[in-house]
């Protein structure tokens, strides 16, 4: 079993639409959790963190973070176009070290106009 | 936010040589990461550099082969050596800064291929 796993995609979602991305995690003791944006030949970009169970919300991204069914999402509202890219999740282990960070394979979200 | 820079941005090296990365931030941070992201996969800790001292290599990755520098806390450096086609990937700097807010910020990444 990978230790965080996401749905490669692609996923694809009309402008305006809302896009759901899922990660799960296998580490029960983890205590953060990021979304990191790629866009095509760049680096990855920190777009949000979660520490707490429940939602958090930035504009027009809201992460959700369920630990006891080890599961954090990135819901995008009101998708556009530019929001075209990869999002990678991450998890910083139990161990509170950032060598301890685990990334997903990433999903390749597709925002069509 | 941490503004990160590497060079070279991307290089064509042949079999059986060397090739150096450079990161530079642009303040002092306590921890550096090299990454590598294979075309496809997602980011795989190499090692972390620590100033003053060896890095860290994670499972897989030896210094022999990948050896790092840090001589002070806005730089370091990562050689890839004895390079085969295998080694072709982007190779990416990642910064931490102890206190306030948890985050890791990534530069803008080597993107080698050896032929």
């Known amino acids: 079993q990978k230790e965080v796993e996401q749905n490669s995609g692609p996923l694809s979602v009309p402008e305006g639409a809302i896009a759901s991305l899922n990660c799960t995690y296998s580490d029960r003791g983890s205590q953060s959790f990021f979304w990191y944006r790629q866009y095509s030949g760049k680096s990855p970009e920190l777009i949000m963190f979660?520490?707490?169970?429940g939602d958090k919300e930035d504009g027009r991204f809201t992460a959700q973070l369920n630990k006891a069914s080890q599961y954090v999402s990135l819901l995008i509202r009101d998708s556009q176009p530019s929001d075209s890219a990869t999002y990678l999740c991450?998890?910083?282990?139990?161990?509170?070290?950032?060598?301890?960070?685990?990334f997903g394979a990433g999903t390749r979200l597709t925002v069509k106009p | 936010s941490a503004v990160i820079s590497q060079k070279p941005s991307r290089d064509i090296c042949q079999r059986g040589t060397s090739l150096t990365i450079q990161c530079q931030v642009d303040?002092?941070?306590?921890?550096m990461f090299w990454y590598r992201q294979q075309p496809g996969q997602s980011l795989t800790l190499i090692a972390t550099?620590?100033?003053?001292?060896?890095?860290?290599?994670e499972s897989g990755f030896v210094i022999d082969k990948f050896p790092i520098s840090r001589p002070n806390l806005t730089f370091s450096t990562l050689t890839v050596s004895n390079m085969s086609p295998e080694d072709s990937s982007i190779y990416l700097c990642?910064?931490?800064?102890?206190?306030?807010?948890?985050?890791?910020?990534f530069g803008p990444g080597t993107r080698l291929t050896v032929t």
């Open positions: 991450a998890v910083k282990g139990s161990s509170g070290n950032n060598n301890d960070m685990r």
């Open positions: 990642s910064v931490h800064r102890t206190g306030g807010i948890d985050e890791q910020y």
């Open positions: 979660i520490y707490s169970n």
């Open positions: 550099a620590n100033q003053g001292s060896e890095a860290t290599y």
């Open positions: 303040s002092q941070v306590t921890m």
